[in-house]
């Protein structure tokens, strides 16, 4: 599978066929047993935690359940994540979630 960049796909099938532990090998959550997993032509499967973390900023998943905190609106959803783990400021979140919802 080759994804460019600004592309959005979805992964779909029944249940026991691998979809979760894709996902879960893309965002480095899990290792590969074999092959690789390339991203930006970089073997993520070979990376530490430390070099990892730069490239787990740039993917984004949703999962089936408890994908978003029912408590927060969806702007605040998408919010939480550069609030917890960035230092920006609220005025760059906020153009940063307005543009992400807007795309």
């Known amino acids: 599978m ?3 960049s600004g592309e959005t796909y979805s992964i779909m099938g ?5 979809k979760s532990t894709l ?3 893309i965002g480095g959550l899990i290792r590969p047993t074999s092959g690789q997993l390339l991203i930006d032509g970089i073997d993520i499967a070979q990376l530490d935690e430390e070099r990892l973390n730069p490239i787990r900023r740039r993917i984004g998943m949703v999962f089936q359940s408890a994908a978003l905190f029912d408590s927060l609106s969806v ?3 998408v919010a939480f ?3 917890r783990h960035t230092r920006l400021t ?3 979140i906020s153009e940063i979630v ?5 795309w």
Request: include cysteine; hydrophobic fraction near 25%.
């Open 2 to 4: 080759h994804i460019k």
């Open 14 to 18: 029944p249940s026991g066929v691998g």
């Open 23 to 25: 996902i879960k090998c």
């Open 75 to 77: 702007y605040e959803n």
């Open 81 to 83: 994540g550069l609030r």
């Open 90 to 92: 609220e005025k760059e």
């Open 98 to 102: 307005s543009a992400r919802l807007r």
